[in-house]
């Protein structure tokens, strides 16, 4: 059965410090897509990225940045000099080539930034 | 697009009460789901369906029933509601079975006394 966990429950940063989310996913598939998701206090979900199981380079968006390793199964997620704007709830999720669009998320981690 | 969308924002039901939460996408998506979210679980997922005519359970279908009589839509049913239904419900729709980008609608807030 897959399982994706997010260790970290809560995170407080100062503004401009740079903060790592943390996910490891568990899953038999060898073909797999992996997927951050923010909520922000307003309730509705934003999709942040998608990666396929052949894809292990890292990604870069501006200040966001993921990092995937397979030989941990970790798909780790950056913040570089964060806002209070990034103050959300994050999402890892995992959803398997033959699981038809369904997604295994994580417990989220709640990211609090402060001025 | 409107994209997804779903009804009502916010409900109160008392137990034993059964009602309809509604989910439309106008983007032709075949594949839609039912997930709820509570406190310090994440999201898990209740019902699926990869097309019109077919459904098919997730992790926690119990107490609940779905249809898909068209693309467009997919309500979730409560049958009998339970305090333990209470959580946010939020309907996803994706493009194909490629697992490309869940679209979620904007949640229904059930609260049930």
């Known amino acids: 059965a897959q399982k994706v966990t997010q260790a970290q429950t809560e995170i407080s940063v100062v503004e401009k410090e740079d903060v790592t989310l943390d996910c490891v996913y568990e899953?038999?598939?060898?073909?797999?897509?992996l997927f951050w998701y923010k909520q922000p206090p307003s309730g509705e979900l934003v999709f942040l990225i998608r990666r396929n199981s052949f894809d292990e380079q890292n990604e870069i968006s501006g200040r966001y940045s993921w990092n995937f390793q397979k030989s941990t199964s970790s798909f780790n997620f950056t913040i570089t000099a964060s806002q209070v704007v990034d103050s959300a709830v994050y999402f890892c999720?995992?959803?398997?080539?033959?699981?038809?669009?369904?997604?295994?998320f994580g417990k989220g981690t709640m990211l609090l930034v402060s001025p | 697009n409107a994209g997804v969308t779903q009804t009502p924002k916010f409900q109160v039901l008392k137990t034993g009460q059964s009602m309809t939460l509604q989910c439309a996408q106008d983007?032709?998506?075949?594949?839609m789901s039912w997930y709820r979210q509570d406190p310090g679980m994440g999201l898990r997922l209740i019902h699926y369906s990869v097309g019109a005519g077919i459904t098919d359970q997730g992790e926690v279908p119990n107490g609940y029933n779905v249809s898909r009589s068209t693309t467009e839509d997919f309500p979730l049913r409560l049958l009998s509601a339970a305090p333990s239904q209470t959580s946010v419900y939020f309907c996803?729709?994706?493009?194909?079975?490629?697992?490309?980008?869940?679209?979620f609608g904007p949640g229904t807030r059930l609260t049930v006394t």
């Open positions: 996803a729709s994706s493009l194909s079975l490629d697992s490309y980008e869940q679209y």
């Open positions: 999720a995992l959803s398997e080539a033959s699981g038809y669009s369904t997604l295994t």
């Open positions: 899953t038999r598939d060898t073909t797999y897509y």
């Open positions: 983007m032709n998506h075949e594949y």
